[in-house]
C-alpha cells in the first residue's frame, strides 16, 4: 500500500511559478512509475508529466519546457516545478504512482494509488 500526500498548491499570477511536492510513504516508489494528472473543472482528468526511476521522464506538449518533474529518493518525494504559468493551468492537480509496467504512463488506468489532490489557481 502507497499513500500519497500532496502540497504546494495555491494562487498565483500568470508567468510566476509554483512546486508542487507529493510525498510517498508505506513503500519505497522506486519500483514505480510517479506521475502528475490535472483535472480542470468540467474537464477529464489529464497526464502532466511522470518519471519512472529507470531515468525516464516525461511530458504533456502543453507543459514541456514550462514544467520539470524530479524526484528524490531518500525522501520519498516527488516534484513538480511549475514556471511560466498561464491561466489554462488552473486545475486540481494529483500525483499517482504506477507499478512499474502496469502500463502506459500517461493513462491514469495505469496507477493504482492517488493523492487527494491540490488546487492551482493562475490568474490572468
Known amino acids: 500500500q502507497v499513500q500519497l500526500v500532496e502540497s504546494g498548491g495555491g494562487l498565483v499570477q500568470a508567468g510566476g511559478s509554483l512546486r508542487l511536492s507529493c510525498a510517498a510513504s508505506?513503500?519505497?516508489?522506486?519500483?514505480?512509475?510517479m506521475g502528475w494528472f490535472r483535472q480542470a473543472p468540467g474537464k477529464e482528468r489529464v497526464f502532466v508529466a511522470a518519471?519512472?526511476?529507470?531515468?525516464?521522464?516525461y511530458y504533456a506538449d502543453s507543459v514541456k519546457g514550462r514544467f520539470t518533474i524530479s524526484g528524490d529518493n531518500a525522501k520519498n518525494t516527488v516534484y513538480l516545478q511549475m514556471d511560466s504559468l498561464k491561466p489554462e493551468d488552473t486545475a486540481i492537480y494529483s500525483c499517482?504512482?504506477?507499478?512499474?509496467?502496469?502500463?502506459?504512463?500517461?493513462?491514469?488506468?495505469?496507477?493504482?494509488?492517488w493523492g487527494q489532490g491540490t488546487q492551482v489557481t493562475v490568474s490572468s
Open positions: 508505506g513503500r519505497s516508489f522506486s519500483s514505480y512509475t
Open positions: 518519471i519512472s526511476w529507470g531515468g525516464n521522464i
Open positions: 499517482a504512482a504506477a507499478p512499474l509496467g502496469s502500463g502506459a504512463f500517461y493513462s491514469s488506468a495505469s496507477y493504482n494509488y
